[in-house]
């Protein structure tokens, strides 16, 4: 799909709920429109947007691209932007890993409240999009969950975008929204313990946006 603007109407297709990937490719001189593949082996940007529980940056409705999107988390790692008056006043942090045949470097990149909003992994070789965000995702996730677990906090990923360095696609991870519904009214039956126990947890992972 080429695109001449800012803005697109795009149907979101699938189950409510359900994890979708949103492709832009851009035209450029070394790969015309409609010559290139979406994506090859080569090298690949991942960023993630972090976000609080219950205050998403986008609707989801109107999802967006992160090139200048900064998100935010309980993850304080800096001043805010109008108490920072020196070259000592931390401004990012670099989070290194590494496995068997890859090592990866993330930069965590605060808000102006000094809140880290954003983690990029700049260059990741993979075979194509959805194997970059594999990777970066699983090299990442330890520290995600290690900082959960230790500071007693939510860490929420929001959304991922996947930058193919070579072709220039755009990948972006949507959910397809949920449908607006009316309750019934009426008189109900009792609901079995059993019942209202998992019809609790159903509602609890229906409130979470992890596909697990």
């Not at 930069?107 to 993979?126: M, Q, S, T």
Request: charged share 20%; aromatic share 10%.
């Amino acid at each position: 799909m080429a695109m001449f603007s800012a803005t697109e109407k795009v149907q979101i297709r699938g189950l409510p709920g359900e994890e979708q990937r949103l492709f832009v490719i851009f035209g450029t001189t070394d790969w015309p429109v409609g010559s290139r593949p979406i994506s090859i082996p080569g090298q690949f940007r991942v960023q993630f947007l972090l976000a609080r529980p219950g205050r998403l940056k986008f609707s989801e409705r109107e999802p967006l691209f992160l090139t200048n999107v900064v998100g935010n988390s309980h993850l304080g790692i800096g001043k805010p932007v109008s108490q920072r008056t020196g070259d000592e006043d931390i401004v990012g942090m670099i989070l290194k890993t590494q496995g068997e045949n890859w090592q990866l470097e993330f930069k965590c990149i605060p808000n102006d409240d000094g809140y880290i909003g954003k983690i990029v992994v700049e260059r990741l070789f993979a075979r194509d999009c959805a194997h970059a965000e594999s990777v970066a995702y699983q090299a990442l996730a330890s520290f995600l969950s290690s900082w959960s677990l230790i500071l007693d906090i939510p860490v929420l990923v929001e959304t991922i975008q996947v930058t193919d360095l070579t072709t220039h696609t755009e990948m972006l991870r949507v959910d397809a929204p949920y449908v607006e519904m009316k309750p019934g009214g009426g008189i109900v039956s009792a609901y079995s313990e059993d019942f209202r126990h998992f019809a609790s947890v159903y509602r609890e992972g229906m409130n979470t946006n992890s596909p697990f």
